[in-house]
T-cell receptor, first 115, second 113 residues
Framework: KAGVTQTPRYLIKTRGQQVTLSCSPI?????VSWYQQTPGQGLQFLFE???????NKGNFPGRFSGRQFSNSRSEMNVSTLELGDSALYLC??????????????FGPGTRLLVL | GENVEQHPSTLSVQEGDSAVIKCTYS??????FPWYKQELGKGPQLIID?????GEKKDQRIAVTLNKTAKHFSLHITETQPEDSAVYFC????????????FGTGTRLKVLA
């Protein structure tokens, strides 16, 4: 089974621009979660999508948004980029059933640098 | 709100020694606790997990213990090797409201040859 894939792997943007990141989950997985990882803050939960609906949301400003398509692929968008948005953005997929042993599997991440 | 504290933030051990990383969670409704290893330039990889109805689980050199009463869980790595050097994250799956995963802040493990 192919793992979680994320594109692009690296991005350089300037302040004020917007960016779209893509995530393809493991085949059969219907839940996609997004995390922001920075050296000082660890893994911060952005949001989770399940069956094309946002099911859960972290404490990030409205500049961060996402969506999920019928094939479970997900995109996240950041508008009006700020320097502090520089981070590794990780996507994780899971079955989404909520069963006790349900595990999240992470992709390699997209490293975003905002200049 | 839900929180997972992880200690230590950095850990250096000699090759062959054991390493222990500890986590404490706040939500007593948490029922699943995975551990991830993240190597440089890669995403976190699941290395072991434990459910709330189990006290200990082993997989070769890696073990995880869970104390539900104290809301503690720990990762134990025995006979450490240089390739164990990485950042390790603990997580707790909380079921309060819509379930989600809360992550610890990570432990950078260095195994010195």
């Amino acid at each position: 089974k192919a793992g979680v894939t994320q594109t692009p792997r690296y991005l350089i943007k300037t302040r004020g621009q917007q960016v779209t990141l893509s995530c393809s989950p493991i085949s059969g997985h219907r839940s996609v979660s997004w995390y922001q990882q920075t050296p000082g803050q660890g893994l911060q939960f952005l949001f989770e999508y399940f069956s094309e609906t946002q099911r859960n949301k972290g404490n990030f400003p409205g500049r961060f948004s996402g969506r999920q398509f019928s094939n479970s692929r997900s995109e996240m968008n950041v508008s009006t980029l700020e320097l502090g948005d520089s981070a590794l953005y990780l996507c994780a997929s899971s079955t989404g059933t909520g069963e006790v042993g349900e595990t999240q599997y992470f992709g390699p991440g997209t490293r975003l640098l905002v200049l | 709100g839900e929180n997972v504290e992880q200690h230590p933030s950095t850990l250096s051990v000699q090759e062959g020694d054991s390493a222990v990383i500890k986590c404490t969670y706040s939500d007593s409704a948490s029922n699943y606790f995975p551990w991830y290893k993240q190597e440089l330039g890669k995403g976190p990889q699941l290395i072991i997990d434990i459910r709330s109805n189990v006290g200990e689980k082993k997989d070769q050199r890696i073990a995880v213990t869970l104390n539900k009463t104290a809301k503690h869980f720990s990762l134990h790595i025995t006979e450490t090797q240089p390739e164990d050097s990485a950042v390790y994250f603990c997580a707790a799956k909380t079921t309060s409201g819509t379930y989600k995963y809360i992550f610890g802040t990570g432990t950078r493990l260095k195994v010195l040859a």
